[in-house]
């Protein structure tokens, strides 16, 4: 079974073929994409698992709680309250009281990690749009709907894998 990916037309594919290409593409854009986060966290001086947690924070509405960092990124809660002091320390983060419960505090991103971060994303985030724009609305809906999918399966999986579940 050939996956070669230079063919582009999905009617030159048999379902098999497309289904092993999608895989084999999955496992490189991970890859990959492990790469450019990598370098990205390497270009702004961050560690990659404090560059998943900026990715994190910049989507989250408003602060939020370090519990809420450590089931965002997998991390244990005090793998996550270590991950936060070292962006605090770092200028990354800050801490707020939450003004619900004294007792805890919510973190958000600073102002000027937001906007160095932002400036280093300026160039791949068009390279990447410009990928984007390649694909009709149809088939942008296609890809957003996968990925939402995809990332569900994969947060189910990581549960389960994480409680010893084995089948």
């Known amino acids: 079974m050939s996956t070669d990916p230079t063919r582009t037309s999905g009617a030159e594919w048999s379902r098999a073929e497309l289904l092993a290409r999608i895989v084999t593409e999955s496992q490189r854009h991970y890859a990959d994409y492990s790469l450019f986060n ?10 990659p698992t404090d560059m998943q947690c900026v990715a994190l924070l910049d989507m989250e509405p408003g ?9 965002l990124t997998g991390l244990t809660s005090g793998s996550a309250t270590r991950l936060v002091d070292r962006m605090v320390k770092a200028g990354v983060v800050e801490r707020h009281a939450d003004p619900n419960d004294r007792r805890r505090s919510l973190v958000s991103l ?12 300026d160039t791949p985030g068009r390279a990447f ?8 609305d149809t088939e942008l ?3 957003a709907d996968y990925l939402h999918r ?7 999986q990581a549960k389960r894998l994480n409680s010893g579940e084995t089948g």
Do not use: F, K
């Not at 602060?63 to 089931?71: C, K, L």
């Open 110 to 121: 600073s102002p000027a990690a937001r906007e160095r971060i932002g400036a280093a994303w």
């Open 38 to 47: 990598q370098a990205m966290a390497d270009h702004v001086g961050l560690h």
């Open 141 to 143: 809906a296609i890809i």
């Open 129 to 136: 749009g410009a990928v984007l724009e390649s694909y009709s």
């Open 150 to 156: 995809a990332a569900e399966v994969g947060r189910a």
């Open 63 to 71: 602060p939020v709680s370090t519990g809420d960092i450590a089931r």
